[in-house]
């Protein structure tokens, strides 16, 4: 919801020095960008060396001693992580949890989607305003009576509670950003379609879908990373039945509060945890940018 | 093979396959209505599905939430009690408390977030690095908000003054000749609401800049020049041209702070889970709901926070109603 362009990625250097400046305002500028550069970067640095670090070493002294002889690192945390920690299982529910939780809705909403941008109805607007509205509520006054409908229907512990809770709870957001896009698409094709005979199910499948196609990657990236990235819904549709089908989000939560042993563990963990968002954030961050920018509200 | 993937994999499948099956199947059924009627049914088939989702896991259990609230905590029998709970939560300090915390996050981290998301978009703009710059500040916006916490976990680290700390500030701090900070279990000035905060600026901050550096690309380069050419100095510049310019975007990216701050809960359910006075209503509510089994209660939480939400929610539709009229 911004009244802003939608931009390209950071991307090439633009108008770097926009005018000439005095060499040591230049370097006040550079200094000051990469201080900020490593103060963002050093909390991930130093989870991540000391995911590498033995147990013995990690409670005693910090991080950046690994650096120093004698180089002291080991995959034991991420063997242990996997093998005996149930994040392994962990993982593979996250992914069970997120696909099709990513999928769904965007069917969902791109049928909605179409309808709100090429199609005239009564009350259309109205209902495009509640739709936006409903943007910001807060998932918590939600939990109570989900929670009892989905015990009444026996999906208390199972994935398929949380499949329909995120499209439920992903769909404002994706009808906003897909409408968003759509609406923008050039009329002129879908009145020629029409006069060619087209009806609606046709120029939505062979016009608005492909024509949509960057709209719907960064839906999909922003629903997926919003799904893995939930503590709250699997905590309480999932993890107050069955631990056994929880995400890793609520495995380490657990790991977090659970004073006892394995905190050393935490940064194996935490970046197994984060290895599939980084790879998503790297390889596709031109969409993931996009997203943000083109809806800048979720709830 | 795991049941739980062949159900997954007819989820993935299934479901899109039924949903186009319905629209053609739905498509079909139009056309045997009289021609005049089909436009006005067929919008209404499409959107179906998702004021099916929509009515069932948003505005219905939202108006629930709202009744459940005005009853006692009995699960069996919920007696009526009209505002009790609501006084409840007026009168006791623990939510008051809650409170609290919530107007520090909603004021530090829209601020913080904002301002230093601002300062960084002005900033990189004007080095040859900027996308590498921009990701790095980005960069945690990617990851759980849990993940983010046990990184800060890390970092904030506390032993007992005297023993090496492996922490990296108090380590920073005990190089300076300071002493050892419990970051995270100190509620005088709260200081450890002060220190999630700084978790979730750290991770919010790549959100306001990459908007704010989209607004910023977004200015005329020439209406800058001019105000230089007239002998305008950089702040100046600043302060007269681009900041206004920058308005309405910093408007809905604060508005996007207020609410992510309202609802904070991850942070503070991993690391503290309230202790150390650093409880805030999202965390309040799951604690009545799971701890103390009070539904009515919990449900009153719930309603605070909607309420604290709406007028913000009002100041949405109004900037996107203004937006879609001069599309």
């Given at each position: 919801m911004t009244t802003v362009a939608v931009p390209e990625a950071p991307s090439a250097p633009q108008m770097a020095a926009r005018r000439p400046a005095r060499p040591q305002r230049k370097f006040v500028l550079h200094l000051a960008v990469v201080v900020l550069m490593i103060i963002w970067l050093v909390p991930t640095v130093g989870l991540l060396v000391s995911s590498f670090r033995p147990q013995s070493k990690l409670s005693t002294t910090g991080w950046w001693t690994a650096f120093a002889p004698p180089y002291q690192f080991t995959l034991e945390n991420y063997q242990q992580v996997i093998n005996q920690n149930g994040i392994g299982q962990a993982f593979v529910n996250s992914l069970f949890i997120a696909i099709p939780a990513t999928i769904i809705p965007i069917f969902v909403a791109a049928f909605a989607a179409y309808a709100f941008s090429w199609m005239e109805f009564w009350g259309r607007d109205v209902l495009f305003v509640v739709v936006v509205g409903l943007l910001v509520v807060p998932l918590q006054t939600t939990l109570i009576p989900i929670l009892r409908l989905f015990a009444e229907w026996?999906?208390?512990?199972?994935?398929?509670?949380?499949?329909?809770?995120?499209?439920?709870?992903g769909l404002p957001?994706?009808?906003y950003l897909l409408r968003n896009f759509m609406g923008?698409?050039?009329?002129?094709v879908f009145e020629s379609a029409a006069l060619d005979g087209a009806n609606h199910v046709v120029s939505f499948f062979r016009l608005a879908v492909p024509m949509s196609v960057p709209a719907f990657a960064a839906l999909a990236i922003f629903q997926f990373l919003f799904v893995w990235n939930d503590l709250l819904v699997a905590l309480i549709y999932i993890g107050l039945s069955n631990s056994d089908n929880l995400p890793m989000t609520a495995a380490m939560a657990n790991l977090v509060n659970s004073l006892g042993g394995g905190w050393y563990l935490l940064g194996a963990a935490a970046f197994m945890s984060m290895a599939l968002p980084l790879a998503v954030f790297f390889g596709l961050q031109r969409y993931f940018v996009r997203g943000i920018v083109g809806g800048a509200v979720k709830g | 093979m795991d049941t739980r993937l062949i159900t997954a994999i007819e989820v993935v499948v299934g479901v899109p396959a039924v949903l186009i099956a319905y629209i053609w199947g739905t498509e079909r059924l139009v056309n045997l209505a009289p021609e005049r009627l089909r436009p006005r049914i067929r919008p209404w088939l499409w959107i179906a599905p998702a004021l099916g989702f929509l009515g069932l896991f948003l505005?219905?259990?939202?108006?629930?939430?709202?009744?459940?609230?005005?009853?006692?905590?009995?699960?069996l029998t919920p007696k009526f009690v009209g505002l009790d709970n609501y006084r409840w939560f007026i009168t006791n300090d623990g939510a008051r408390d809650a409170l609290l915390n919530n107007a520090l996050w909603v004021v530090f981290l829209t601020v913080f977030t904002v301002g230093i998301g601002m300062l960084v978009a002005i900033l990189v703009d004007r080095v040859g690095y900027e996308a590498w710059a921009k990701s790095i500040i980005f960069l945690p916006l990617a990851i759980s908000m849990v993940a983010a916490g046990v990184i800060w976990k890390f970092m904030y680290d506390f032993k007992a003054p005297?023993?090496?700390?492996?922490?990296?500030?108090?380590?920073l701090l005990g190089s300076a000749g300071l002493g050892p900070v419990a970051w995270l279990q100190s509620p005088s000035l709260r200081l450890s609401t002060f220190a999630m905060i700084a978790i979730m600026v750290w991770m919010w901050t790549g959100f306001a800049m990459v908007i704010i550096s989209a607004a910023l690309k977004g200015i005329d380069p020439e209406v800058l020049e001019a105000a230089r050419v007239d002998g305008a100095n950089e702040w100046q510049v600043f302060r007269k041209v681009t900041f206004p310019l920058l308005g309405p975007t910093l408007a809905v990216v604060s508005t996007t702070m207020i609410i992510t701050s309202l609802k904070t809960f991850d942070i503070v359910y991993t690391l503290t889970n309230g202790n150390y006075d650093t409880e805030v209503i999202a965390n309040l509510m799951i604690k009545e709901m799971f701890t103390f089994g009070d539904f009515g209660r919990a449900g009153a939480v719930a309603v605070v926070l909607l309420l604290a939400i709406v007028p913000i929610m009002a100041f949405n539709i109004r900037q996107f109603r203004a937006q879609e009229s001069i599309r």
């Amino acid at each position: 919801m911004t009244t802003v362009a939608v931009p390209e990625a950071p991307s090439a250097p633009q108008m770097a020095a926009r005018r000439p400046a005095r060499p040591q305002r230049k370097f006040v500028l550079h200094l000051a960008v990469v201080v900020l550069m490593i103060i963002w970067l050093v909390p991930t640095v130093g989870l991540l060396v000391s995911s590498f670090r033995p147990q013995s070493k990690l409670s005693t002294t910090g991080w950046w001693t690994a650096f120093a002889p004698p180089y002291q690192f080991t995959l034991e945390n991420y063997q242990q992580v996997i093998n005996q920690n149930g994040i392994g299982q962990a993982f593979v529910n996250s992914l069970f949890i997120a696909i099709p939780a990513t999928i769904i809705p965007i069917f969902v909403a791109a049928f909605a989607a179409y309808a709100f941008s090429w199609m005239e109805f009564w009350g259309r607007d109205v209902l495009f305003v509640v739709v936006v509205g409903l943007l910001v509520v807060p998932l918590q006054t939600t939990l109570i009576p989900i929670l009892r409908l989905f015990a009444e229907w026996g999906l208390t512990g199972q994935f398929a509670a949380v499949w329909l809770a995120h499209t439920g709870y992903g769909l404002p957001f994706a009808v906003y950003l897909l409408r968003n896009f759509m609406g923008s698409l050039p009329k002129s094709v879908f009145e020629s379609a029409a006069l060619d005979g087209a009806n609606h199910v046709v120029s939505f499948f062979r016009l608005a879908v492909p024509m949509s196609v960057p709209a719907f990657a960064a839906l999909a990236i922003f629903q997926f990373l919003f799904v893995w990235n939930d503590l709250l819904v699997a905590l309480i549709y999932i993890g107050l039945s069955n631990s056994d089908n929880l995400p890793m989000t609520a495995a380490m939560a657990n790991l977090v509060n659970s004073l006892g042993g394995g905190w050393y563990l935490l940064g194996a963990a935490a970046f197994m945890s984060m290895a599939l968002p980084l790879a998503v954030f790297f390889g596709l961050q031109r969409y993931f940018v996009r997203g943000i920018v083109g809806g800048a509200v979720k709830g | 093979m795991d049941t739980r993937l062949i159900t997954a994999i007819e989820v993935v499948v299934g479901v899109p396959a039924v949903l186009i099956a319905y629209i053609w199947g739905t498509e079909r059924l139009v056309n045997l209505a009289p021609e005049r009627l089909r436009p006005r049914i067929r919008p209404w088939l499409w959107i179906a599905p998702a004021l099916g989702f929509l009515g069932l896991f948003l505005l219905y259990p939202t108006v629930r939430t709202i009744i459940r609230s005005l009853y006692s905590k009995s699960e069996l029998t919920p007696k009526f009690v009209g505002l009790d709970n609501y006084r409840w939560f007026i009168t006791n300090d623990g939510a008051r408390d809650a409170l609290l915390n919530n107007a520090l996050w909603v004021v530090f981290l829209t601020v913080f977030t904002v301002g230093i998301g601002m300062l960084v978009a002005i900033l990189v703009d004007r080095v040859g690095y900027e996308a590498w710059a921009k990701s790095i500040i980005f960069l945690p916006l990617a990851i759980s908000m849990v993940a983010a916490g046990v990184i800060w976990k890390f970092m904030y680290d506390f032993k007992a003054p005297g023993e090496p700390q492996t922490g990296t500030l108090n380590a920073l701090l005990g190089s300076a000749g300071l002493g050892p900070v419990a970051w995270l279990q100190s509620p005088s000035l709260r200081l450890s609401t002060f220190a999630m905060i700084a978790i979730m600026v750290w991770m919010w901050t790549g959100f306001a800049m990459v908007i704010i550096s989209a607004a910023l690309k977004g200015i005329d380069p020439e209406v800058l020049e001019a105000a230089r050419v007239d002998g305008a100095n950089e702040w100046q510049v600043f302060r007269k041209v681009t900041f206004p310019l920058l308005g309405p975007t910093l408007a809905v990216v604060s508005t996007t702070m207020i609410i992510t701050s309202l609802k904070t809960f991850d942070i503070v359910y991993t690391l503290t889970n309230g202790n150390y006075d650093t409880e805030v209503i999202a965390n309040l509510m799951i604690k009545e709901m799971f701890t103390f089994g009070d539904f009515g209660r919990a449900g009153a939480v719930a309603v605070v926070l909607l309420l604290a939400i709406v007028p913000i929610m009002a100041f949405n539709i109004r900037q996107f109603r203004a937006q879609e009229s001069i599309r």
